[in-house]
């Protein structure tokens, strides 16, 4: 058996197509763009990489693309005190803090700083508990694309045992609480977890974010299971070339899975689009709107 590959290029090109109509949109019935900062310290390459993409599908999809680059030794207070700025401004519907943050600044306080209603990455505590608790919220956006893909692939949700691999505050912990909405029956792993093999053989949904390459085998899978890989994993080639690999071995999970996201091209394309999906349902919140249809879960 070979596994569907779920196309999360093709998937976030869609959803990048339904936020530039809701664009034009909004530009044309009450002359509003909206507008997503990203504020990125320091000049980790792979940081700057993300961030260059983010804002060049930000101006694609019609919106405005406000970039902060800070030099590495910026304080906290410094990047407080932009924030606050950025709060401020009705032309700024979004903000996007680029973590991690350098060790001399504390990412909890930066988080919080941040207004709630444009804190489009979900990750302010009200955000994260108003998804606990089941009210609306801006949801994180990686597990929002892994949701959107998992309801498209993955059947019909309900009293599936989902097993998350991994429980980062920006993409373990949202997902599990999100497949928690979706009727699943969730159970979170992590790296004191024991025999982790046996309760992934129990998993009709199993979503690894561990930052661990090739991590989990296709020979712990349910056959059947649908596979979402987070991870994003850069391997040396031995040749000054790098390649990007997930947190799943991919070749041995192939045949045993039913459905699997590819690294690259599966949840990485999704974050970016959910994104500026976020930045739109944030634009509407926030001059009360009517809110689009297919740009939130
Ligand atoms: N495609 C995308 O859009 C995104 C991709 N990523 C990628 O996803 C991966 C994970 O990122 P993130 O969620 O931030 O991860 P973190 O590094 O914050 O957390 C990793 C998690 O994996 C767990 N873990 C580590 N080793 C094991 C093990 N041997 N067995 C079981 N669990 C283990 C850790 O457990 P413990 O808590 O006990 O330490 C932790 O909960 C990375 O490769 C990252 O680059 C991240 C965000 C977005
Ligand atoms: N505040 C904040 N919000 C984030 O959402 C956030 C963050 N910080 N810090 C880092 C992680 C990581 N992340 C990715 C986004 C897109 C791809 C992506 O587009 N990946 C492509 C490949 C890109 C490449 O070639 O490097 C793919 O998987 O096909 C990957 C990873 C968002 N993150
Ligand atoms: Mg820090």
């Given at each position: 058996?070979?596994?569907?590959?779920i196309?999360?290029?093709?998937?976030?090109?869609t959803?990048?197509?339904?936020?530039?109509?809701?664009?034009?949109?909004?530009?044309?019935?009450?002359?509003?763009?909206?507008?997503?900062?990203?504020?990125?310290?320091?000049?980790?390459?792979?940081?700057?990489?993300?961030?260059?993409?983010?804002?060049?599908?930000?101006?694609?999809?019609?919106?405005?693309?406000y970039?902060y680059?800070?030099p590495?030794?910026?304080?906290?207070?410094?990047?407080?005190?932009?924030?606050?700025?950025?709060?401020?401004?009705?032309?700024?519907?979004?903000?996007?803090?680029?973590?991690?943050?350098?060790d001399?600044?504390?990412?909890?306080?930066?988080?919080?700083?941040?207004?709630?209603?444009?804190?489009?990455?979900?990750?302010?505590?009200?955000n994260?508990?108003?998804?606990?608790?089941?009210?609306?919220?801006?949801?994180?956006c990686?597990?929002?694309?892994?949701?959107?893909?998992?309801?498209?692939?993955?059947?019909?949700?309900?009293?599936?045992?989902?097993?998350?691999?991994?429980?980062?505050n920006?993409?373990?912990?949202?997902?599990?609480?999100?497949?928690?909405?979706?009727?699943?029956?969730?159970t979170?792993?992590?790296?004191?977890t024991?025999?982790?093999a046996?309760?992934?053989?129990?998993?009709?949904?199993?979503?690894?974010?561990?930052?661990?390459?090739?991590?989990?085998?296709?020979?712990?899978?349910?056959?059947?299971?649908?596979?979402?890989?987070?991870?994003?994993?850069?391997?040396?080639?031995g040749?000054?070339?790098?390649?990007?690999?997930?947190?799943?071995?991919?070749?041995?999970?192939?045949?045993?899975?039913?459905?699997?996201?590819?690294?690259?091209?599966?949840?990485?394309?999704?974050?970016?689009a959910?994104?500026?999906?976020?930045?739109?349902?944030?634009?509407?919140?926030?001059?009360?709107?009517?809110?689009?249809?297919?740009?939130?879960?």
């Amino acid at each position: 058996m070979t596994a569907q590959l779920i196309d999360g290029k093709a998937f976030a090109a869609t959803l990048r197509e339904k936020v530039a109509d809701h664009v034009a949109h909004l530009k044309r019935t009450h002359g509003v763009t909206p507008g997503l900062a990203v504020v990125l310290v320091g000049d980790d390459p792979a940081s700057q990489v993300y961030v260059r993409s983010k804002q060049t599908q930000t101006l694609v999809a019609g919106m405005h693309s406000y970039e902060y680059t800070l030099p590495s030794e910026t304080s906290e207070t410094d990047l407080l005190g932009l924030i606050r700025e950025l709060n401020a401004d009705p032309d700024v519907h979004g903000i996007l803090v680029q973590l991690p943050l350098s060790d001399h600044i504390d990412e909890a306080s930066v988080i919080e700083s941040i207004d709630p209603a444009k804190d489009v990455d979900g990750f302010h505590p009200v955000n994260v508990g108003r998804l606990a608790t089941g009210q609306t919220t801006l949801v994180p956006c990686t597990p929002m694309g892994c949701l959107m893909m998992l309801r498209e692939y993955g059947g019909r949700l309900t009293g599936q045992h989902a097993v998350v691999i991994g429980r980062s505050n920006i993409v373990g912990k949202p997902m599990a609480q999100l497949l928690l909405r979706e009727n699943c029956t969730v159970t979170v792993a992590h790296s004191k977890t024991v025999d982790l093999a046996s309760l992934v053989n129990r998993a009709d949904i199993v979503v690894a974010t561990v930052g661990r390459p090739h991590f989990v085998q296709g020979e712990w899978l349910k056959t059947g299971a649908t596979v979402i890989d987070v991870g994003i994993n850069r391997i040396d080639q031995g040749d000054d070339t790098t390649r990007l690999v997930g947190d799943v071995d991919f070749d041995t999970a192939k045949d045993i899975a039913c459905a699997i996201t590819p690294v690259p091209g599966g949840v990485g394309p999704m974050t970016i689009a959910c994104l500026l999906a976020n930045t739109v349902t944030a634009c509407c919140r926030q001059l009360t709107l009517p809110e689009p249809v297919g740009l939130t879960v």
